[in-house]
Each structure stands twice: as C-alpha cells, then as structure tokens.
C-alpha cells in the first residue's frame, strides 16, 4: 500500500495569515495515463471530510480560492492563503491513484 | 444535490454480522464507482473497499483489514449501497462512511455520507 506521510501533524495559526501542509508519498501518483490522484480533505470537528482540492490542484466546486494545492511525483503542498475562524479542523491528504487508496496522518488546524 | 445517507449501524457482539445501507441521490447511481471508509473515533480514515458501477463490471476490491469478512454489493435499482460485515472484531469499531469519488468526471463528483457508527463489544 501506498503511505502518505503529513507534516505538520499539528499547525496553530493566526487568523489572517497563510498556513501550509506537506504530503509525501511512498512512491508516486502518476499514473500510466498521466493523471495525480492526489486529494486533500477537511473534516471540521463533528462533521464527515469534505473534498477541498483533487488531482493535486482543481479546487472542488463551492470550494474558497484561497485554498490552493500544488506538487507532483511524491511531494504535495496545500495552502491557506489567510486562514479564517471556519477552517478549523483536520486536514488530510489522500491518494487514488492505486487501490487501497490510503491517507495521511491528519494535520490539526487550530487558531492561535 | 448530491446525498449519502447511511444506516444500519449499532452495537454488535465479537463474531457477530451487521449490515450498513447507503441511500444515495442526485447523481447517476448506476454510473458511479462507489466505496466504503471508515474512521475510528478520534482517529484518521481508512479505506474499507469499493464496488465499480455494474457497467464496468460490478467489480469489488477490499482493504486488507476487512478482506474475506467484509462484502460490499449494490442495487442500482434502488440506487443502494451495501456493506454486509461479518466475524466482526473489536477493531472494527469506527464511524463508517459511504463514499463516491468522480474526480473524471465532468463536472468532477465526490461526497461523503454523515456516516454510521459501528461498536463491536461483548
């Protein structure tokens, strides 16, 4: 199986100011037809994950544009660009490139 | 609106089987390759399995986990998901999600179902 490993796993942030999140892979996500299956996830507390960003950077519909994702092979990065009271929660990336799609750790988002 | 709403979860002994059911609109049901997540409490997701639409085959691939215990199976007449669980361990205790992911698809798809909580304990 595929392992993602997050960094950080914990991230306090003021509001206002940009946040960003690694995602590494234990081998690349590019297929053989040339596609990145590389997601990221929010999940507020008490709520199911929610797609933010797909194949390494497409903002999902409804999504705010200062969520962006950028990366390739076996390096991701999700950014926050002014982080927002709304935005907390866990942060998770995730990989459909190979069955079982698996996820990272989580990365908790708090307000400082 | 795409929705996904789980139910059939609840409190089940060690070795005993439970059922989870999906109903799932505002998308093309029978197009969809649909899947199983699950979430110990306070914990990060893991994959549970996924069934491909009945036009690509019907096929089912399982998580190592739940392999040879777990069987998930649809009826796109009802535009139902199922995940039928059997020889239940305590580890299976997790919130468990109906998932789809369509990222090729045009307009791209993807949700997720509020989830159903499942505890195995004597």
């Known amino acids: 199986d595929i392992v993602m490993t997050q960094t950080p796993l914990s991230s306090p942030v003021t509001l206002g100011q940009p946040a960003s999140i690694s995602c590494r892979s234990s081998?690349?996500?590019?297929?053989?037809?040339?596609?990145?299956?590389l997601g990221w996830l929010q999940q507020r507390p008490g709520h199911p994950p929610r797609l933010l960003i797909y194949?390494?950077?497409n903002r999902f519909s409804g999504v705010p544009d200062r969520f962006s994702g950028s990366g390739a092979g076996t390096d991701f990065t999700l950014k926050i660009s002014r982080v927002e009271a709304e935005d907390v929660g866990v942060y998770y990336c995730m990989q459909a490139t190979q069955f079982p799609y698996t996820f990272g750790q989580g990365t908790r988002l708090e307000i400082k | 609106e795409v929705q996904l709403v789980e139910s059939g979860g609840g409190l089940v002994k060690p070795g005993g089987s439970l059922r989870l059911s999906c109903a799932a609109s505002?998308?093309?049901?029978?197009?969809?390759?649909m899947s199983w997540a699950r979430q110990v409490p306070g914990r990060g997701l893991e994959w549970v399995g996924r069934i491909k639409s009945s036009t690509a085959g019907g096929t089912t691939q399982y998580a190592a986990p739940v392999k040879g215990r777990f069987t998930i199976s649809r009826d796109d007449s009802k535009s139902m998901l199922y995940l039928q669980m059997d020889s239940l361990k305590t580890e299976d205790t997790a919130v468990y999600y109906c998932t789809i992911q369509g990222w090729d698809s045009l307009p791209p798809l993807d949700s997720w179902g509020r989830g159903t909580l499942v505890t195995v304990s004597s």
């Open positions: 194949k390494i950077s």
């Open positions: 081998e690349s996500l590019l297929n053989s037809g040339g596609n990145t299956y």
């Open positions: 505002g998308f093309t049901f029978s197009s969809a390759w």
